[in-house]
């Protein structure tokens, strides 16, 4: 930290306190102003925020996301939390829904368990690891300020004639006697510095040669990049920014998108295999798709869209499309992808009858689709209202039903019968349409207070209906994406401006026919050599490159 001292220069420039060269003629101003070492050229000895004394507690934040260290910690911590991250799949790459808390460990045993439980399941949408992004763009943001500002003040506010010790303490120097006009001398070695791309700026017997000013802000442009790419990051938390989840549709369904007004129909699914003869020699005998695609027609919602609506979602046809992999239909910033197929037949609806054990008679049968099931039912003297479906039925640990998945894969439905004989608030009955899930649950069990009365079956297997496949579809939508292409694109074009070009400088003056000159770049020294050395011999004075490092070479 710079200490508070006479920031006044002999010139008559007031500096800024912090200040280490004069802004003006560019004189060191600190306490080891009279040592003969190369100066610190990196901002031109202009005072930074950061380096001020005594701050306060705003100035103490600034500081700490100033710090070039500090930024370097937070990337090196974020890096090795996406890393752990990429352990075990995140929560958000499966298909169907199911129970984090289980799956770890019963696929990875104790570190599955450990990992789930110290939330690196779900890194990337952790408070935590957007908390580590959210810093990492501060410190962008501030380090960028802190060294930007003063940057621009120093290269604006360049003098052409500079103090001698500025000029003696470059690292590139030379001094020498000259003879004749000082002044056409120094226009002969300009117009050899041009023929080098040198832009030339001249008083009298001074002058400031420059070349490629513009790469000193590669790095600042790169900060720009960056932030806008964690910006873009940011944003795929915010509500229809960004989308990646799977819709299953049985053959001629029709199914939301979830979290959007957009319904998807697979009018046919349609897959073709390789012949056998068309398989290498290690894959013979097995079964492998072509080929598969969705005769897909994308509709949006015009009316009753929401979870509440009244009635049936009103549907306009939007794009008819055959989906193939790598072919998705595309649509408002909505992509559907080919992801997978199941041929295996699915349970989509049944027409199952309401029996009465105690009179033998039963009444229906009525339609029951697994999915979007009606809610209400009246058959006979008895009405049934539906109170829960569970897609896939299971138990959870708290002894109450959930369902593990979207497909019909062991379909309950619990409805509530009011009529002859019954409650009048009515009596739950859960019933399970495939034989296999009544006996596993024990439907008898579960109805036991009225088995003995009522009870809902299937009369024949021409009462239950198969979709004879359904397809699996990727839904992804990403409005961020671009901004992250713009955010890369401009990142890169930062790190090619400073990474291939230098800005050179050459400040010289003549003193009663004593010329000095000292050259500044910020790598590349031998190129500034050379620079130097080529204009000199041009001009009349032969010197090697080599002789050009601080010292100086007295002719």
Not at 28 to 41: F, R, S, T, V, Y
Not at 70 to 98: C, D, H, K, R, W
Request: proline share 5%; glycine share 8%.
């Amino acid at each position: 930290m710079l200490s508070l001292h006479n920031t006044k220069c002999e010139c008559g420039h007031q500096n800024a306190v912090g200040t280490v060269l004069c802004e003006s003629c560019g004189k060191p101003l600190m306490e080891d102003a009279e040592n003969d070492a190369p100066l610190e050229m990196r901002y031109d000895g202009v005072a930074r925020r950061s380096q001020k004394s005594n701050p306060n507690p705003i100035d103490k934040i600034w500081n700490f996301f100033s710090s070039v260290k500090i930024a370097v910690y937070l990337i090196v911590i974020t890096l090795v939390t996406a890393m752990l991250g990429t352990i075990y799949p995140q929560e958000g790459s499966f298909l169907n829904n199911f129970k984090p808390s289980v799956y770890y460990e019963e696929t990875y045993g104790l570190p599955g368990k450990i990992y789930y439980k110290l939330g690196l399941s779900h890194t990337y949408d952790s408070w935590w690891f957007i908390t580590l992004l959210v810093m990492i763009g501060t410190s962008l943001v501030i380090c960028s300020l802190d060294r930007v500002l003063p940057l621009y003040r120093a290269l604006s506010k360049q003098q052409i004639r500079k103090h001698l010790r500025f000029i003696n303490r470059q690292k590139a120097v030379y001094n020498g006697q000259l003879e004749g006009d000082a002044e056409e001398w120094v226009k002969q070695f300009s117009t050899h510095l041009k023929k080098k791309h040198y832009k030339i700026h001249t008083d009298g017997t001074a002058m400031l040669a420059e070349k490629n000013r513009f790469s000193r802000w590669g790095p600042y442009i790169n900060h720009i990049g960056l932030i806008l790419f964690l910006l873009a990051i940011l944003a795929r938390s915010l509500p229809g920014w960004q989308m990646d989840s799977y819709v299953s549709i049985p053959d001629g369904d029709t199914v939301q998108i979830e979290g959007t007004n957009y319904f998807v129909k697979n009018e046919k699914f349609s897959v073709e295999y390789y012949k056998d003869e068309e398989l290498p020699p290690e894959l013979k005998g097995t079964i492998r798709a072509k080929r598969y695609e969705t005769a897909a027609i994308l509709y949006k919602c015009t009316e009753n869209c929401g979870d509440n609506a009244a009635g049936e979602p009103v549907l306009k046809e939007i794009k008819k499309q055959e989906i193939l992999v790598n072919h998705p239909l595309k649509y408002d910033g909505i992509k559907l992808y080919q992801f997978d197929y199941d041929v295996t037949p699915k349970l989509k609806s049944v027409s199952p009858v309401l029996l009465n054990k105690e009179t033998g008679e039963s009444y229906g049968p009525f339609e029951l689709p697994m999915k979007d099931a009606p809610l209400d039912y009246t058959l006979g003297p008895y009405k049934m209202k539906l109170a829960a479906n569970y897609m896939e039925f299971g138990i959870g640990e708290d002894g109450e039903p959930v369902t593990l998945s979207r497909d019909p894969n062991a379909p309950a439905f619990i409805f509530l019968i009011t009529g002859p004989g019954l409650p009048e608030k009515g009596q739950p009955y859960i019933y399970f349409p495939m034989q296999k899930d009544k006996e596993k649950f024990d439907q008898d069990k579960l109805n036991a207070s009225i088995a003995d009365k009522l009870e809902i079956k299937v009369n024949g297997m021409e009462n239950v209906h198969f979709a004879e496949a359904s397809t699996y579809l990727n839904v992804r939508k990403d409005k961020a994406l671009t901004y992250v292409w713009y955010g890369a694109a401009i990142s890169m074009l930062g790190l090619l401006l400073g990474s291939y070009w230098q800005h050179r400088r050459i400040w010289l003056r003549i003193d009663d026919g004593k010329l000095s000159l000292g050259a500044h770049t910020n790598k590349n020294w031998y190129g500034m050599r050379a620079d130097v050395a080529y204009a000199l011999r041009k001009s009349g004075i032969d010197v090697d490159p080599k002789s050009l490092d601080n010292g100086g070479n007295n002719a």
